[in-house]
Structure formats: structure tokens, C-alpha cells
């Protein structure tokens, strides 16, 4: 199993990005795939994530209306736009997936919990 994350950069306030996970070695529906951050000083936090049990879809009460996450099975790649952001964003940006059954928001608040995470990529939001 591998991930491999992808799309950071630097972006002014209010501009968007797309962040890419490519993975392999294992099928997106049968493992719970999260995307977390974590910001200098700060703890690691879920950020959006989708469940293996039922193919929901969670997120962080921050990025309600902003972020999105998606699949696209062909590529094997798990997709987290990022519109209207700010500064309190700017962090580094992980995917990770585990084939445990992750039930409601377990694969949101639940990092630890991941056995397979990819290396992250730096998101910096700045004028």
C-alpha cells in the first residue's frame, strides 16, 4: 500500500487549490481514506474523510462549504479541493487510508487509528 500527496503551494487569501493522493496497492472503496493537516505548533486534525462502511463523507466544521473530497477510481487518486482559503489553513496536508471499518466519523477524528499515510504536502496561504 502507498500514498503519495500532491498540489501544495502557495496561494494568495480566497484562491483554491487541489490536492491529489495517488494510491496503489489496494482498492479506494475498501479502505477509509482521510485527509488531516497539521499546522506548526498545532495538533494534527481530520480534515475531511470517506468512510469505508457506506461511502460517506465527513468534514471539520472549518472547512464546511470550502473543501471537497472526491474519488476518481481509475486513477486510483483521491482528490481535496481547496476554494476560500485563509491563512488559518496553511498547514501540511496528509492522506491516509486503513482497511479498518470505520464507522459515521470514526475516519474523521480517528488519525491514529490510520496505518498507511502518504508524506504530505505543504499548503501556505499568504499575501
Known amino acids: 500500500v502507498q500514498l503519495q500527496a500532491s498540489g501544495g503551494g502557495l496561494v494568495q487569501p480566497g484562491g483554491s487549490l487541489r490536492l491529489s493522493c495517488a494510491t496503489s496497492?489496494?482498492?479506494?472503496?475498501?479502505?477509509?481514506i482521510g485527509w488531516f493537516r497539521q499546522a506548526p505548533g498545532k495538533k494534527r486534525e481530520g480534515v475531511y474523510c470517506?468512510?469505508?462502511?457506506?461511502?460517506?463523507?465527513y468534514y471539520a466544521d472549518s472547512v464546511k462549504g470550502r473543501f471537497t473530497i472526491s474519488r476518481d477510481h481509475a486513477k486510483n487518486t483521491v482528490y481535496l479541493q481547496l476554494d476560500s482559503l485563509n491563512p488559518e489553513d496553511t498547514a501540511v496536508y496528509y492522506c491516509?487510508?486503513?482497511?479498518?471499518?470505520?464507522?459515521?466519523?470514526?475516519?474523521?477524528?480517528?488519525?491514529?487509528?490510520?496505518?498507511?499515510w502518504g508524506q504530505g504536502t505543504l499548503v501556505t496561504v499568504s499575501s
Open positions: 470517506i468512510s469505508n462502511v457506506d461511502g460517506s463523507t
Open positions: 496497492g489496494f482498492s479506494l472503496d475498501d479502505y477509509a
Open positions: 491516509a487510508a486503513d482497511p479498518s471499518r470505520m464507522y459515521r466519523d470514526a475516519c474523521l477524528v480517528l488519525d491514529y487509528h490510520y496505518r498507511y
